[in-house]
């Protein structure tokens, strides 16, 4: 009866019930038990042997079974998870890099495989660094240019990348013979501007820096074609005229044209059809000095690139408030 009882047993609640049928306290095996007693002593002797192997078995049986049991559960659960379908597209949402982010790696990228070590400037500066170091003395009317968010600590919000060059230049010092200093600085700019299409008071630059022996003039235009074209994966248009930063003599402005203009009415280059992008020079021999590098011994030059500016011409974003405005929709479109 055990037997033909057990072998319908399909979980572990079934076989605690025979268990409790047949060895719980009133169970047909306890009850055999304690019918012995009515029992002569010669026939107590046969059947209590009987009974008490019967009780063993019976045990033994319900803890092999209870083995086979957990076994069946264990395939169980694994048949249960297989068939969920691991090949089936996952419908989660997927983050996306900055478009910001995505040129700035990718001009990380290029300028790593040319040799440039990337820095990291602060974004709140002193004054010193911001404007002295790279000799913008106090009352120099290029202040001006740069609109300046103050702090009441006395520091200011950094108004371009190049407020990191001293401490750069400190920190490397004097390039080996043969082994210019060559370092690319990329960081968030503040200014206090009137925002418009191409305006924003939050905005991204590039900078780059190559100092040693003999770098000219030949040397900067060179990584800005290459900085260029890697960007664009195509010719871009460029145009250079003479520019004055107090840090750089001489000076340059680069400007790309415009590839969001639509005829007339273009908001972001306001019909000129060229986009001031890439402002550069050769570094002034007073920003070495102030740097500890000899200038009588060594020449560099400079560039501070308008990243958001090249992500705007990069994406034909026709409008730079997009970058800050949060709107994922528009924004995690971009991914390369
Ligand atoms: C500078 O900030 C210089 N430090 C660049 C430089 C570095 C020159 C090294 C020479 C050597 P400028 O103020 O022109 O220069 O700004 C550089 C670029 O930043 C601009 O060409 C433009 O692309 C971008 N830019 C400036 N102001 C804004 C703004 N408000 N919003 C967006 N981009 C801006």
Known sequence: QFHEELSAVNSKGELEKIRVSFLGKKGLVTQELKNLRNLTP?????????????????????????????????????????????????????????????VQKQIEDIFKTMGFIIEDGLEIQTEYNNFEAVNIPKNHPARDMQDTYYLDNGQILKTHTSAAQNTIMRKYGAPKKGEPLKVLFPGRCFRNENIDASHENTFFQLEGMMIGDDISISNLIYFMKVLLSEVFERDVKVRLRPGFFPFVEPGFELDINCAICEGSGCPTCKNSGWLELLPCGMIHPNVLSMGGIDPERYTGFAFGLGLTRLAMMKYNIKDIRLFNSGNLKQLKQFTR
């Not at 019976?58 to 090949?87: C, G, H, P, S």
């Not at 989660?92 to 478009?99: A, C, I, K, Q, V």
Request: charged share 40%; proline share 3%.
């Open 42 to 102: 010669e026939e107590k002797k046969t059947a209590g042997m009987q009974v008490n192997k019967l009780k063993s078995d019976i045990e033994e049986a319900i803890v092999e079974y209870q083995k086979t049991l957990e076994e069946k559960e264990y395939l169980q659960e694994i048949e249960n998870a297989e068939r969920y379908d691991f090949t089936i597209p996952s419908n989660r949402e997927r983050g996306t890099l900055h478009p910001i982010t995505i």
